[in-house]
């Protein structure tokens, strides 16, 4: 059974970073997407960025065009841990963050995922 477990919320102001981790486990296909997922009160979830774990294209990451360059996302496999490294925050990166995971080609094809975790919250004041 495939588990995601988020953590590394909080609230910041705006200009600050925060890190979200994403343990994964039970995941057992060899090329696969995982990726993080945002949603804000009133407002659909969105894909924000995503990673390619695979033999050929393994690495190759997709970003939201509304956090390029400000979030970084990467995976540590001896961890089975997945990050998202949030800079330059601004009030409207506020939502619920998910982590989420699927035997995805493309990473943003952010409708694709089929595992999901809990989500951990960040707040961003002005």
């Known amino acids: 059974q495939v588990q995601l477990v988020e953590s590394g919320g909080g609230s910041v102001q705006a200009g600050g970073s925060l890190r979200l981790s994403c343990v994964a486990s039970?995941?057992?296909?060899?090329?696969?997407?995982v990726g993080w997922f945002r949603q804000a009160p009133g407002k659909e979830r969105e894909g924000v960025a995503g990673?390619?774990?695979?033999?050929?294209?393994?690495?190759?990451?997709y970003y939201a065009d509304s956090v390029k360059g400000r979030f970084t996302i990467s995976q540590d496999n001896a961890k089975n841990t997945l990050y998202l490294q949030m800079n330059s925050l601004k009030p409207e990166d506020t939502a619920m963050y998910y982590c989420?995971?699927?035997?995805?080609?493309?990473?943003?094809?952010?409708?694709?995922?089929?595992?999901w975790g809990q989500g951990t919250q960040v707040t961003v004041s002005s």
């Open positions: 989420a995971a699927g035997p995805l080609f493309y990473c943003d094809n952010w409708r694709a995922y089929n595992y």
């Open positions: 039970g995941y057992t296909y060899n090329n696969y997407c």
């Open positions: 990673i390619y774990i695979g033999y050929t294209r393994g690495g190759r990451t």
